[in-house]
């Protein structure tokens, strides 16, 4: 089953790409979130989104806004593929695929390529928009559309 508009996001922790333990607890309730899910790191789409990320963040961080990344890649992964883009947002290791189970993420293409969805959560919890594509390039652009709207 997979959360939907006004669903609250479940409490989750992993290890981001400083090699810390990453709460939600520790941001819900105190700013909104995008939290985006995505196949793997070092691949032309993945790369394409985690950079659209990091060249709108700016404009995120204006709006108060807080940027998760997450796929099954390792912590460690995470920390060279963050160093090599700069990218300023954090990375959570979901090896377990626990988190995306917790979101109903679903894979694509018969199962072999692991679902890319962005989820928009309101300062309280609240998932405000849920965008679904493969098309990596959408995700920042839908995002801030939905977070402009909400958050002026």
Known sequence: MSLKIGDIIPN?????NHGDVFESKSVVGRKPLV?????KDNTPGCTTEACGFRDQYEDFKDLGVEVIGISSDSAKSHKKFAKKYELPFILL??????IRKLFGVRDHLFGLIPGRVTYIVDKN?????VFDSM??????????????????
């Open 12 to 16: 989750f922790s992993a290890k981001d």
């Open 35 to 39: 939290i985006y899910f995505y196949p």
């Open 93 to 98: 290791s979901d090896k377990s695929k626990d």
């Open 135 to 152: 098309n990596a390039s959408k995700h920042i652009e839908k995002a801030l559309e939905t977070l402009t709207e909400f958050v002026s």
């Open 125 to 129: 919890g609240v998932i405000v928009m």
